[in-house]
């Protein structure tokens, strides 16, 4: 009998230890279940609030490229050796973000920004520091390249508002498809050693190559500029786009640009003109009164793709139609 009420003591308190124990777990279950779920509602708050790289509708992409070179120059008097950023194509970071509309239209942003560690563009034969007042020129500065947001349309073409590249930004520089274009283009000879002397029987002249090659830092005769303006461009047509942009104060240019292919060979060709009557936010300066600008551009490359052979010309001419004919600004 003992044995037998030991074995049902031995029960009723297991029973007894078992609802305990069930009665804690469904404490406990409840527990976690308020817990997890408000875990849940934080963490979706803060997905809600969190840059993604993108999905189906929305994308961000970053890009850029460093460009540091070391340059060996030769005067004819003096040599050296400078290390320091590519002014043709600086360092640079890019944000851009995109959101499809529909399957036509699509709406997005642009941020660029240029970074300078020593920019080759100031170098002359006194060393390698740029002096420039210039913030935009100085060693160890950040350039705001591009600033803009965009709405485009296969069927209607693109309008771009805020700072961008006007029309006939780069018009001679990106009718040269080849790679080399990007430490080597139209602007190459002023921008590597454009601020460098001229010397005459060893002596300087105090005159500056840029002065004398009139082509840099986006002054190349032709050719605009990065300009707070409006940009339309057109759906290709083709192998067409044409593009026209205005600026404030006041600027205007228009462009066509070709892109195609016949056979083995790969056709680029690029042609505009531009006015302004703003003597500050243009290339060509001079009075303010009545002030007047022009400039046309007109380049392009044939490149053989088997070979990789190609030959590249452009031609620009810039004006200040305003001034006498026998101070014209050509």
Not at 39 to 65: F, H, M, P, Q
Not at 154 to 176: I, N, P, Q, R, W
Not at 252 to 269: A, C, P, Q, R, V
Request: proline share 2%; aromatic share 10%.
């Amino acid at each position: 009998m003992r044995g037998g009420v030991v074995r049902a003591g031995w029960a009723s308190i297991l029973a007894v230890g078992g609802i305990m124990l069930g009665g804690m777990s469904a404490q406990a279950a409840d527990l976690g279940g308020d817990c997890c779920t408000d875990l849940e509602e934080r963490i979706a708050d803060l997905e809600a609030t969190t840059a993604r790289k993108g999905n189906r509708k929305v994308s961000l992409t970053i890009s850029g490229w460093v460009n540091e070179a070391v340059f060996f120059w030769d005067d004819g008097t003096e040599r050296n050796v400078y290390v320091g950023t590519n002014s043709l194509e600086q360092s640079r970071f890019k944000f851009a973000g995109e959101a499809k509309i529909d399957k036509d239209w699509s709406a997005g942003y642009t941020i660029e920004v240029g970074l300078n560690g020593a920019p080759s563009n100031q170098w002359d034969q006194t060393g390698p520091n740029s002096t420039s007042a210039n913030s935009n020129a100085q060693n160890y500065s950040m350039i705001l390249r591009r600033s803009n947001w965009w709405v485009k349309s296969k069927t209607y073409g693109k309008m771009t508002v805020g700072l961008e590249g006007s029309s006939t930004y780069h018009l001679l520089d990106d009718a040269d498809s080849a790679n080399t274009r990007n430490y080597s283009d139209a602007e190459a000879a002023s921008v590597a050693q454009g601020a460098f002397f001229v010397n005459s029987n060893g002596t300087s002249t105090g005159l500056r190559w840029s002065q004398v090659l009139r082509g840099f830092n986006n002054a190349t005769p032709g050719q605009d500029g990065r300009r707070n303006i409006v940009r339309y461009d057109s759906p290709e047509f083709g192998g067409f786009v044409a593009s026209a942009s205005w600026g404030e104060d006041d600027l205007w240019d228009t462009s066509l640009t070709y892109k195609g292919e016949i056979h083995d060979f790969k056709l680029i060709g690029k042609i505009g003109y531009g006015e302004s009557v703003d003597p500050v936010g243009t290339n060509c300066g001079g009075p303010t009164g009545g002030f007047k600008c022009t400039w046309w551009g007109a380049a392009g490359t044939v490149m053989h793709n088997p070979t990789g052979l190609y030959l590249y010309g452009g031609y620009g001419e810039q004006k200040i139609e305003s001034l006498p004919a026998i101070a014209d600004d050509s």
